[in-house]
């Protein structure tokens, strides 16, 4: 028999596949994204509060903590929605490379949420990772915007990563989640309510392949990987899951390959770039536990 251990990190790499089949799914599902994203959040929502209904888990929470989970709730809706627009204008394989330039991001960005001083290495390692997003821009300029939307999407990502950091040490990270989905449904809904292209009369005719996707999209790649992402970080260190976490794009790319061959084969120099990008990612993430091991 396979030890606790062995199974929750074989359980973990299937939650690191599920977040790569999440841009598969983006491709296959027809609705653009801002739409996309209202009908995840809304069925991700209504699920995690079954959930948390079945485990009896309190959803009180004080007035002034909801207003900054439904900050969490609006950044996590945009980075969705940029996510879903650039695998629409551009494909996987760019959203997934550009996706990865997070850790760039992140060098900056907790060091204004954690009050520390940025690290010299973390600087060399962003430099790396924007030679490799103009590596990409050299050989995919015509997916300039998707590139944008990529970006932008990383920005949201890490933005929405640390909000979250400071909420999951005073709460359950389900009712965390919970909050958040339902303003990022309530924030899209007021979007799309003042949009001239918002809740139009087909907004809510499904195809039967659109909904199965959504189905599997907001069950199995949300509510169900934000509840066993949680549960196996009981058994395996936060070092190892953001580790294997930032395999995501290997996975998603690698997937695209074998399932959108055609529109997914890229020049080289494209895979020169977005090994910088990941391979930067990964040794950031090694750098960091040295240093924390050192501490």
């Known amino acids: 028999m396979p030890s606790v251990k062995l199974k929750n990190q074989l359980h ?96 900056f960005i907790e060091p204004i949420f954690y009050k520390r001083k940025i690290i010299a290495y973390e600087i060399v390692f962003g430099l790396v990772v924007i030679a490799g997003v103009f590596l990409i821009m050299q050989t995919e300029l ?16 890490t933005l929405f990563a640390v909000l979250n950091g400071k909420f999951v040490a005073k709460y359950n990270a389900s009712v965390i989640s919970f909050y958040e989905f339902v303003s990022g449904v309530f924030f899209i809904s007021v979007f799309l309510w003042i949009s001239p292209k918002g809740f139009h009369s087909n907004f809510f005719n499904l195809s039967i392949s659109d909904f199965g996707y959504l189905a599997l999209l907001a069950s199995i790649c949300t509510a169900y990987a934000f509840i066993a992402s949680v549960y196996v970080m009981k058994y395996i260190t936060p070092y190892s899951v953001i580790l294997t976490y930032n395999l995501e794009p290997i996975y998603g790319i690698i997937l695209a390959l074998i399932i959108f061959p055609k529109s997914e084969t890229m020049r080289p120099l494209f895979y020169v770039g977005a090994a910088l990008i990941i391979c930067t990612v990964l040794l950031n993430a090694v750098f960091k536990h040295k240093k924390k091991e050192k501490n």
């Open 142 to 157: 015509k997916y300039f915007l998707g590139i944008c939307l990529g970006i932008s999407s990383a920005l949201f990502s």
């Open 12 to 107: 973990l790499h299937f939650l690191v596949f599920i977040a790569g089949f999440t841009a598969i799914l983006g491709e296959l599902i027809t609705l653009e994204a801002t739409a996309l994203v209202w009908y995840r959040m809304s069925i991700a929502g209504v699920l995690m509060f079954i959930y948390l209904k079945l485990k009896k888990i309190n959803l009180r929470v004080p007035p002034k903590d909801l207003v900054k989970f439904f900050v969490a709730g609006v950044v996590i809706a945009l980075h969705w929605i940029t996510f879903f627009a650039a695998i629409k204008v551009s494909n996987i394989s760019i959203t997934l490379a550009m996706f990865s330039t997070g850790a760039f991001f992140a060098s």
